[in-house]
Each structure stands twice: as C-alpha cells, then as structure tokens.
C-alpha cells in the first residue's frame, strides 16, 4: 500500500497545481487582505475538503454524481458563488465589512473557503474517479479515509504557499490606488476561473 500511496500523493500534487477555484480564491485573499485571512480561508478549504472526502467514502457524493438534477444544481450553486465573490472582491471592503473586526473576517473566510469546495462538484469528481484508482482490490473505509487524508494534506499544504506566496505581493500594493488595481484584477481573474470552471464541469 506504501508504493500507492506515494503515486496517490504525487498524483495529488500534480492536479492541485493546476489553476482552479481554491487557487484563485486564496490569491485574491491573501494579495488583498493578507496572510492571516488567507490562511484561515486555507482552513476553511481544507475542512470542505475533507468533509466531501468523507461523503464520497460513505457513497453520498456517488448519488449526487448519478443524478443529473443534484449534479446540475450543485455545479451552479458553485459557479454562481465564485461570481459573487469576484464581485465582492471587486467592490472591496468598503462599508459594513470594513468595520468587521479581524477575528470576524478570518472567520468569514474560513466560510468562504469551506462553502467553496462543498459546492465544487470536481471535488466529489476527483474522489470518486481519481481516488478509487489507486485503492487496492478490497479497500476498506479505513482505506479510503486514509487516501483522502492525504490528498487533503497534499492540497492544504499546496494552498497554503500560494498564500504565502501571494501574500508577499501585497506589501508591493500597500498604497489604497495600487490596492484597488490588484484587488479587481485578480477578482476578474476569479470570474474567469468561474465561468471556466462551468465549461470543465458540464456535462
């Protein structure tokens, strides 16, 4: 199981460099507002992660998969959230938010995150499809909780240096016009990972 495992966390790795939501959500996060929050929208990320992981394992995600309606409904409900948040990225703190304090705001981030990937069909996707792949011919739960875990750790630890990364930029953006410019280019650029994320994930 050791040599599977390592090919599962390899493979894992691969696909989470590839852009998608998660990876322009935490850029926008962490360029914009800092480390901090980006880091707790990682959290949120993860824990969404990790419960969907949980859901395929009991076979739930399996019935949202062989249902058009479910699938459809789901797929929208995540294309139109990462249009909201492009757009609240691209109206910014202004007004009530920005009279949030910092826990609040970490903690609405950590609901951003976690929200995100409950409503990433590609998510339930990559475990149903990818995951069961590299299980052995009688996996067990105890097995496949084992592979998600691992997944989520290799995804988390991705996520976290994109966060990292992008929140070395900011201090380049400390003045409020530069702020402004990074702040809505970047949330074009999560629109554009929404509307791409529509064409992947049709059907």
């Known amino acids: 199981m050791e040599e599977r495992l390592i ?61 058009a309606l479910a699938y459809q409904g789901l797929r929208w409900l995540g294309v139109g959230y990462l249009l909201w948040l492009a757009y609240d990225g691209w109206r910014g703190a202004d007004g009530v ?17 976690l929200i995100t990937n409950l409503l990433n069909p590609k998510a339930a996707a990559f475990y149903m499809a990818v995951l069961p792949t590299f299980l052995g011919a009688t996996e067990s739960l105890r097995e496949t909780l084992l592979f998600s875990a691992v997944y989520v750790a290799v995804a988390t630890g991705i996520h976290a240096a994109i966060v990292a990364m992008a929140g070395a930029a900011r201090a380049i953006f400390e003045n409020p016009t530069s702020e402004r410019i990074l702040r809505r280019v970047l949330s074009v650029g999560l629109a554009a990972i929404a509307v791409w994320f529509a064409v992947k994930t049709a059907q």
Do not use: C, Q
């Not at 920005?98 to 609901?111: I, P, Q």
């Open 97 to 113: 938010a920005s009279l949030a304090t910092d826990s609040a705001s970490n903690w609405r981030h950590f609901k951003r995150g």
């Open 7 to 67: 090919a599962f966390a390899l493979a894992s790795f691969l696909i989470e460099l590839t852009p998608g939501p998660n990876m322009a959500y935490l850029a926008v996060v962490a360029a914009t507002e800092g480390r901090r929050r980006g880091f707790s929208a990682v959290a949120g990320v993860a824990l969404g992660l990790s419960i969907v992981g949980l859901l395929a394992a009991l076979g739930l995600t399996a019935l949202v998969a062989g249902s």
